[in-house]
């Protein structure tokens, strides 16, 4: 079974930074996309940004320029470094991966999930 756990949320002021943090456990081939979502209680999920596993990033409009993803595929984790944090970043933050459990098998792709990690950003 196949588990992502995410670390690094926290309290931080306004004009802060933080650093988010998400590995892949558990018996695996590889690791394809991986990407961050948040979430605002009563409002959905939106992407905030991804990156291949060569390396190619995209992000939403609301963490340009703010925002870094990365990853490190020896250690099946991927990282998100938020700096210039604002109020409106408050979100519980999840991890999201595209998992290859065994060679060759496509049908067997799994989407997985992070339990989520709270970032509060104060004024």
């Known amino acids: 079974q196949v588990q992502l756990v995410e670390s690094g949320g926290g309290l931080v002021q306004a004009g802060g930074s933080l650093r988010l943090s998400c590995s892949a456990s558990g018996r695996f081939f590889s690791i394809g996309t991986m990407a961050w979502y948040r979430q605002v209680l009563g409002k959905p999920r939106e992407l905030v940004a991804t990156?291949?596993?060569?390396?190619?990033?995209n992000y939403a409009d609301s963490a340009k320029d703010r925002f870094a993803i990365s990853r490190d595929n020896s250690k099946s984790t991927v990282y998100l470094q938020m700096n210039s944090l604002k109020p409106e970043d408050t979100a519980v933050y999840y991890c999201?991966?595209?998992?290859?459990?065994?060679?060759?098998?496509?049908?067997?792709?799994?989407?997985?999930w992070g339990q989520g990690t709270q970032v509060t950003v104060s004024s």
């Open positions: 990156i291949t596993s060569g390396g190619t990033t």
């Open positions: 999201n991966a595209v998992i290859l459990p065994r060679i060759g098998d496509i049908r067997g792709i799994l989407d997985c």
